[in-house]
Every structure is written in C-alpha cells, then in structure tokens.
C-alpha cells in the first residue's frame, strides 16, 4: 500500500521528534560507556589507580599511550554530558525528581530538572550519573570543574574573561583575599605511611603469587618477541631496499641512459678540473716511473718513440678509467635520488612498523646501564665534536664530493668544519640539559664523572 506524502512528511518528523526526545539517554549511555573504559584501564593497568606517572610501572611509549587513550574518553564524556545537559534543558518532562544530597555534581545537575516515568529507569540513570562522578572526578580540575588529563606536571588553573586565573575573583578584597587563601600547589608527591620501594616490593610479591602472573609474563614476552622481530627485519628494509634499488637503478636504468646520452653528446672526458688534475699527475708519474727503471738498469733503454708510444697507451687507459668515472658520478646522482624515494615510499607505506621500531628503540635506550649510556654519548660527541672530529667530517666532505663528481672546495670544507659541529655541540648539550637530566639524571652524572 503506497503512503501519501503527508504521511511520509509526518512519520519523518515523529522519527526526528523520537530521536531528540532520546538524546539525553543516547548522550548519557556513551558518556557512560567511555568511563567504563577508563575505569577497566586503571583496573587492568594501573591497580584501580588513577593514569599517571607515579602510578606507573610502564615506558614513556606505552605511559603516552594510556595518556592519549585517556584524553580521548575524557573529550567522549565532557561532550556527551555537554548534550545531555542541554538537551534535557530544552525538553518538556511531565515531572521533576528531587535531587538527593551527596550525589555528585553530574547526578545533581540531573536530578535538578529530569523527569522520569519510572523508579526504575531515575535508579538507573542515578547509577550511571554516579559511575561517571567517581570516574571523571580523579581527572577534574577543582578550582574550574573542567574534565582535564593527568599530566606529570602542576595543573594550571584556567584564565576567566576578566584577566583572573580565578573564575570567582572580582575587584573586591573579599574575594581576593578568599582566592589567595585558596592558592595551593598541585605539583606534589602523595605521601605514603611506608616508603614508595617497600610497596612497590610488596606489589611485585602480589604480582609473583598471583595464579595470573604465568601467563601474563608469557604474554609480554611474546609481545616483546614479535615487536623486536618486526623492528629488526624493519631495520632490514630500510638498509637492503634502497640500496637494492639504488644499484638495480644505476646499473639497469640509469647507467645505460647516462652512457648513451654521453656517447651521443660526445661529453667531456673529465665531469670537473680536480679529475684533470689527478689524470695529468698519474700520467706524469707514469712517465718518471719509466725513467727511473731506465737509470737504475731494472728495463732496457727506451727510444723517444718508444717512451712516446707507451705514454700514449698510459694516457688511452687513463681517459678511460676517467671517463667511466666521470659517466659514474653522474649515475650516482640518479640513482641516489631513486633510492631516496624508496626509503620515503618505505616510511609512508609502513606507519605502524615506525611506532613499533621506536617503541623497541626506546626499550633498548632506556634498558642500557648509566655507565652505558655515558660511554655511548661520550664515544658519539667525540667522535662527531670532539677534538678529531674536523679530520672525520673532511674526510666524509670529500668522499662525497668525488661520489658526486663535485670538485673539491676547501673554503666550503673549512667553513663547514668550522660552524657545523660547533652547532651539533650546541643541540647535544642543550638534549642532555633539556631531556636526558629529567629522564635520566643518574646517567648525566655518570657522564660528567666519565667525561672529567
């Protein structure tokens, strides 16, 4: 039976008034939902505690990761509650239920202005209102009550539209004087009646009788297997592929492109002046090896045709050695270009493997002894800003310049050993100042010790 379209248009808008009368239900269930997932997380992960440093026994990986879990079901429930808020407001309830004391501040507001049809369904309402309430509460700031992440660091009390970090405080002495009397330090430890160590011994005694602790040590120890298997064939692919790729290039697709190019072009011998150079003293060389031989009696006397014909196969074979090298600083270019593009394409192309690799690499920083550690930052600032280190980087300067057929600028050399480890010092010293002293402060100190 076809419906009119007037009966279409009204069956659109009865379902559209169903969907806004249900909105406070459908907010409150998935705020609701979102606490219960942060409370099995504390459960799970954090024995019932709230998500932070100092009720952690995790890295910074996984730690970051529980922070951004939490952050995320925190926006969930402030923005579900948000709806709930407004859209019972604007609904028109046949009755209004007195809100009982001692309820929470989302129970309160509530029960200030819900109307319900049954006992049953405020009880429930009452009792999702309340797990919320006991959820959102470790994470509120009180002076706001603003749903805000744990952080290691002191909370900041929000900025009013007056200038005040109070939200109360007007020009009134009264109020500034009741506002500074309510100034606190939130950047404290909790104090406990036992040393931290001793409950944190007593918590692994707990952990090791536990049925459960079997398993879930097998358990981390096949998710450490699998994430160091990952992260070392990722190493794997990072190094073969592109230079895999970079050989494959020069040899099958680029090399014989330059070559035909520079055949046809009938391209000059040497690619820069430092090339002819070393061709004229090899060749010269040559030419006083030959003498000396003759002097010494080690080969026969030779004829100035003689000396003329082997200086001219000398020099044959020098254009071309010189030649295929000049062709291969040219090839090296293309080919370095196309393996690079690999090695993005790798990255791009396995997001997941890169969390995994420095999940694994910060395992492995963080596992190292203090005197590890200092052994490892002295031998890598010495070796790249140390006292020999300006040999190292001319080396490597001109390794790379002949691998790309640049010629060799020693003001550019000089320049560049004068100002570039200068500022690596820089950066590394402003790391191990910044970052590795509040991470680390034991190994900053074995350093130094090391280092004097």
């Avoid at 009368?21 to 997380?41: D, G, H, N, S």
């Avoid at 504390?42 to 100092?54: L, V, W």
């Avoid at 995320?72 to 429930?77: E, G, P, R």
């Avoid at 550019?412 to 500022?423: C, D």
Wanted: net charge neutral; charged share 25%.
């Amino acid at each position: 039976m076809n419906t009119s379209p007037w009966d279409r248009i009204v069956k659109y808008f009865y379902g559209a008034h169903q969907w806004y009368r249900e909105t406070p239900e459908r907010a409150l269930e998935q705020a609701y939902e979102a606490a219960l997932v942060i409370k099995a997380i504390e459960d799970e992960h954090f024995g019932g505690q709230p998500i932070a440093d100092r009720a952690s026994d995790y890295g910074q990986s996984t730690l970051s990761f529980f922070k951004a879990e939490l952050q995320k079901y925190l926006k969930v429930i402030e923005t579900r509650m948000v709806e709930f808020n407004a859209s019972r407001f604007f609904l028109e309830l046949p009755e209004r239920v007195a809100a009982k004391p001692n309820r929470g501040h989302l129970a309160d507001n509530y029960l200030n202005g819900l109307g319900v049809n049954t006992k049953e369904r405020a009880s429930l309402v009452l009792e999702k209102l309340e797990c919320i309430d006991r959820v959102t509460s470790k994470y509120i700031n009180s002076k706001s009550n603003v749903i805000v992440p744990v952080s290691s660091s002191a909370t900041v009390a929000p900025k009013t539209t007056n200038g005040s970090l109070y939200p109360y405080e007007n020009n009134g002495s009264s109020n500034s004087e009741r506002n500074a009397r309510d100034v606190v330090d939130t950047n404290f430890e909790e104090v406990n009646l036992l040393p931290r160590s001793l409950l944190g011994t007593l918590n692994r005694i707990t952990k090791e009788l536990d049925p459960q602790a079997e398993k879930e040590v097998v358990k981390n120890f096949r998710n450490s297997k699998i994430k160091t298997i990952i992260s070392l064939r990722f190493i794997l692919l990072l190094i073969l592929i592109p230079l895999l790729t970079n050989q494959l290039a020069k040899n099958f697709i680029v090399g014989p492109i330059v070559d035909q190019v520079r055949v046809k072009n009938n391209a000059s011998l040497f690619i820069n002046v430092d090339l002819e150079e070393e061709a004229f003293k090899e060749l010269e060389r040559f030419e006083q090896h030959l003498k000396f031989q003759s002097l010494i009696g080690m080969a026969p006397e030779l004829s100035s045709e003689q000396r003329e014909k082997k200086m001219e196969e000398k020099a044959v074979e020098l254009a071309g050695e010189y030649r295929e090298e000049s062709g291969s600083a040219i090839k090296n270019v293309f080919a370095d270009l196309i393996s690079c593009v690999a090695f993005v394409v790798i990255l791009v192309k396995n997001k997941r493997e890169i969390e995994i690799l420095k999940s694994f690499m910060d395992d492995v920083v963080y596992g190292l002894s203090d005197s590890a550690k200092a052994f490892i930052i002295i031998l890598f600032t010495d070796v790249f800003v140390g006292f020999h280190s300006p040999h190292g980087w001319e080396v490597i300067l001109e390794g790379l310049s002949r691998h790309f057929g640049l010629p060799e600028n020693r003001q550019f050399i000089f320049l560049f050993i004068a100002t570039f480890p200068v500022i690596l010092d820089a950066v590394f010293k402003y790391w191990i100042f910044r970052y590795l002293n509040r991470s680390s402060p034991s190994a900053v100190a074995t350093y130094k010790n090391m280092n004097e």
